[in-house]
């Protein structure tokens, strides 16, 4: 399975467990994401692991970040619009 990875500064650590995991079980990643914990704009790379996803580029997506809702909300309007 292909999946889509996106998360902000507070996620990176998690995410890159995360990754660690899906790739040692046969998935490929592909992170559209920060890759440190600098402050940056979580829409970014919503945006684009979204896209990924209903493109068909990837099967599904995984969001990471400090809040959790703010991707959710970022992800439906992204899929609608």
Known sequence: MKIAMANDYAG???K???NAYL???GHEVKDFSTYDEES???SDF???ATKAMSTGECDCSIFVD???YDSAMIAI???HG
């Open 12 to 14: 990176t650590k998690l």
């Open 16 to 18: 890159q467990e995360i």
């Open 23 to 25: 790739e040692s079980e």
């Open 40 to 42: 940056c704009n979580l």
């Open 46 to 48: 919503v945006y684009l």
């Open 66 to 68: 400090g809040v959790g």
């Open 77 to 79: 309007d992204t899929s």
